[in-house]
């Protein structure tokens, strides 16, 4: 490549990385907010999560004809492939925690005649955890370090360990109080849509570390089971 080219793919990949910078920014955003709403149901928060999401899509869309074109004219080799691809495939995990974020908020008003603090406070904690774990591969990705993105994927099984310890809480509330069941039906949707941010978290650090070294990590990500060994 001339140097001109050289410059040129560099702003290109500058350009890409600060669209998934402020879609990381909003989905994150959207995350932390719906979590609030359901801990405060807040209906007004979790409207604003809601409207969010088309930013989110739109971004996407952009980002995929920008890595499109850099494919298509630029045919990048070796590391800057594979930062492009990492990049088609971050933006695409990202898109999904949009979407999960909102379907969070969506469940607010459903969730709105629970009278379980203890399930709701869980809900919340699970919430900064996965919130946590999202800042923390976002970080990693744009700074490109391998340990901070391996110490999100080795801490997945944490966010599964809160997930099955809410979904017994909340299935015994249901047991001792039937009439709860449509809305405690909802925030086990919310604790399902939190664990699955989560796994998308993984991803990001599974790509992180594949950017930046080149080698896949181990295909056996660690996992807690303990609902489906009973």
């Given at each position: 490549?001339?140097?001109?080219?050289?410059?040129?793919?560099?702003?290109?990949?500058?350009?890409?990385?600060?669209?998934?910078?402020?879609m990381?920014?909003?989905?994150?955003?959207?995350?932390?907010?719906?979590?609030?709403?359901?801990?405060?149901?807040?209906?007004?928060?979790?409207?604003?999560?809601?409207?969010?999401?088309?930013?989110?899509?739109?971004?996407?869309?952009?980002?995929?004809?920008?890595?499109?074109?850099?494919?298509?004219?630029?045919?990048?080799?070796?590391?800057?492939?594979?930062?492009?691809?990492?990049?088609?495939?971050?933006?695409?995990?990202?898109?999904?925690?949009g979407?999960?974020?909102k379907?969070?908020?969506?469940r607010?008003?459903?969730?709105?005649?629970?009278?379980?603090?203890?399930?709701?406070?869980?809900?919340?904690?699970?919430g900064?955890?996965?919130?946590?774990?999202l800042?923390?591969?976002?970080d990693?990705?744009?700074?490109?370090?391998?340990?901070?993105?391996?110490?999100?994927?080795?801490?997945?099984?944490?966010?599964?360990?809160h997930?099955?310890?809410?979904?017994?809480?909340?299935?015994?509330?249901m047991?001792e109080?039937?009439?709860?069941?449509?809305?405690?039906?909802?925030?086990l949707?919310?604790?399902?849509?939190l664990?699955?941010?989560?796994?998308?978290?993984?991803n990001i650090?599974?790509?992180?570390?594949f950017?930046?070294t080149?080698?896949q990590?181990?295909?056996?990500?660690?996992?807690?089971?303990a609902?489906?060994?009973q």
């Open positions: 490549m001339t140097e001109h080219t050289v410059r040129s793919f560099s702003q290109d990949l500058e350009e890409l990385q600060g669209d998934l910078a402020r990381g920014g909003l989905a994150e955003d959207m995350l932390s907010d719906a979590i609030q709403a359901i801990a405060t149901r807040d209906l007004v928060l979790a409207e604003t999560v809601v409207a969010r999401d088309p930013q989110v899509d739109a971004l996407q869309v952009e980002a995929e004809k920008k890595i499109l074109r850099l494919l298509a004219l630029r045919q990048p080799l070796a590391r800057d492939l594979r930062q492009t691809i990492s990049a088609l495939k971050i933006a695409a995990e990202l898109e999904r925690i979407d999960l974020a379907s969070i908020a969506k607010v008003k459903l969730v709105d005649s629970i009278e379980a603090p203890s399930a709701l406070k869980g809900v919340a904690r699970m900064k955890l996965v919130t946590a774990q800042k923390r591969v976002l990693a990705y744009s700074a490109l370090e391998t340990d901070a993105a391996n110490r999100v994927w080795s801490r997945d099984e944490e966010v599964d360990e997930y099955q310890s809410l979904f017994r809480e909340v299935v015994t509330y047991i109080d039937p009439r709860t069941i449509s809305a405690c039906a909802h925030l949707f919310v604790a399902k849509n664990e699955r941010i989560g796994d998308h978290c993984t650090a599974e790509e992180v570390h950017l930046v080149g080698e990590l181990p295909t056996d990500r660690p996992k807690v089971d609902l489906n060994s």
